[in-house]
């Protein structure tokens, strides 16, 4: 059954334009700052996606800012309405996602709005696309920053999507980060690499939502089936010009290519996600273009990461923290809900649980923190089933009134990290290493029932009949709603 999600960005385009979510630069806008700068105040304001219809020398191509930095463009994307709650997406997506995996099918080249233009040789040049200067200090221009790259395993065939930057170095080649732990690290790192064989690529810019949202799930689903899955529909995919992948057919743009092994090139400084620059200038992943493909007015995706919320923050948040629900319930934990706080830049995730024994936080920190997605984020609140996990007013107060300033707070030292988390040593940094932090914002078990402090709230502190008189006289006491 179709859920209605956007089959491609004008389309999607289209949908944020209706409900007011969208506003259409007609003003023209510089590649070199400028549109990078809009974008920014956008994300840093939760305001409406910028469509910038001119671009300074660019006039074949539009581009697309901030695509799904709010839940209002999440739930549009999966086909709810823009206003949907988010504890009501976030159940969506666990839903959708618990369904049969759906394949995609394959289109002809003939039908596929993507191979519209087809460069080859010399004209399949980098520096004919837009890429912009994305934040002052950068180390060059990023023409992927809201995209992802589709590779294939030599050995098990198996598909990835992965969202992995991209900047211009010249006109064949791009060059990013592509850490080890991620599906295609392990792959390439892995594979590629020491057989001394280059492996083919493809990056999708500008594909449909969905497809990006799968592509940037840490869920141990194949992409392209959880796309299906997500959308109720299969994705349409079209072959390569130049390898065996398989690209959404109604994406806007297609870089294809190879990722060279055994040769690496300087790339960084980044505005990063963390809404810091952290990684230094270094040697990193090669990619040779060999074509380029793309839809008639093509629509670049530009997405700023910083501070926040940006779309890879907000997004992130959402599938991190709903890929622990899924692993928490798998285990037979009787959580409430988890939610990973986009603001804390996937840092932060609160889990709410039925306090049924002693040491429940304990296993649920353990039991993430042991995962594959413990990489990502490094600081575990778990509050009980009481606790409303989506007010940070809730969050906080239980954090700070129940989380023992010793036995409560339990530290976890040398544990796998990112080499972009701000709080790291330099040295920490280069190795990829991590703390971890769990705040348990549970009452012990064994406290007698006469010793548990009582909760003072409007909701638990008054008798059913005075707190429903109290609502229904509350306009006559002269406040709103
Ligand atoms: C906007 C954005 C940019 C990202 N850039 C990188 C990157 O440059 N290198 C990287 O290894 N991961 C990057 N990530 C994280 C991966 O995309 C993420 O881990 C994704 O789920 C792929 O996971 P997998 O490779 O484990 O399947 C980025 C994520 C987002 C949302």
Redesign the pocket.
């Known amino acids: 059954m179709s859920y209605n999600s956007p089959k491609d960005n004008r389309e999607f385009i289209e949908r944020l334009k209706a409900s007011g979510d969208l506003v259409t630069v007609n003003q023209e806008v510089d590649w070199d700052l400028e549109m990078g700068a809009i974008v920014r105040r956008v994300c840093e304001g939760q305001l409406s996606a910028p469509y910038f219809k001119k671009i300074t020398d660019y006039p074949e191509f539009e581009a697309f800012g901030a695509p799904m930095a709010t839940y209002r463009r999440l739930a549009i994307a999966m086909g709810l309405d823009a206003a949907t709650p988010i504890p009501e997406i976030a159940n969506t997506y666990v839903q959708r996602t618990k369904e049969k995996p759906i394949d995609p099918v394959i289109i002809e080249a003939s039908e596929a709005p993507c191979k519209a233009n087809i460069l080859t040789g010399d004209d399949a040049n980098l520096l004919h696309l837009p890429g912009p200067m994305v934040h002052d200090g950068d180390g060059g221009r990023y023409l992927a920053?809201?995209h992802?790259v589709v590779s294939k395993d030599p050995d098990t065939q198996a598909i990835?999507?992965?969202?992995?930057?991209?900047m211009v170095f010249d006109e064949k080649t791009m060059v990013?980060?592509?850490?080890p732990?991620?599906?295609?690290?392990?792959m390439f790192y892995g594979k590629y690499v020491p057989r001394n064989e280059p492996m083919p690529f493809a990056a999708v810019l500008s594909a449909d939502p969905i497809s990006s949202l799968a592509?940037?799930?840490?869920?141990p689903i194949p992409?392209d089936q959880l796309a299906g899955m997500l959308r109720g529909e299969p994705v349409e995919l079209v072959k390569c010009e130049t390898c065996d992948l398989y690209v959404p057919a109604h994406s806007e743009i297609i870089i294809e290519g190879e990722v060279i092994p055994n040769v690496m090139i300087e790339e960084a400084p980044f505005g990063e996600?963390t809404g810091y620059r952290t990684s230094p200038r270094e040697k990193r992943t090669v990619y040779r273009v060999k074509t380029i493909t793309y839809r008639n007015d093509p629509i670049m995706m530009v997405?700023n990461?910083g501070v926040p919320t940006?779309?890879?923050?907000l997004?992130?948040s959402f599938?991190l923290g709903l890929e622990m629900h899924k692993l928490l319930e798998s285990q037979g934990i009787p959580i409430t809900g988890v939610y990973m706080l986009p603001e804390s830049t996937h840092h932060l995730v609160v889990v709410g649980v039925k306090p049924a024994y002693t040491g429940i936080a304990s296993q649920i920190a353990n039991l993430i923190f042991g995962s594959?997605l413990s990489p990502?984020f490094h600081m575990v609140v778990v509050v009980d089933e009481k606790t409303d996990i989506y007010s940070k007013d809730e969050v906080i107060h239980a954090l700070s009134t129940k989380c023992h300033p010793v036995r409560g707070i339990h530290k976890y030292d040398n544990q796998v990290g990112?080499p972009l988390n701000p709080y790291a040593s330099p040295a920490e940094r280069r190795m990829s290493q991590g703390a971890k932090v769990l705040f348990d914002c549970l009452f012990p078990l064994d406290w007698p029932a006469s010793d548990l402090p009582l909760k003072v709230a409007f909701s638990t502190n008054y008798p059913q009949h005075i707190q429903e008189k109290v609502l229904s006289n509350w306009e006559n006491y002269g406040y709103g709603q």
């Open positions: 920053t809201w992802f990835n999507w992965g969202m992995y930057r991209m990013g980060p592509v850490l732990f991620s599906d295609m690290g392990k592509a940037c799930a840490p869920s992409e996600y997405s990461m940006d779309e890879g923050q997004l992130r599938s594959k990502w990112t």
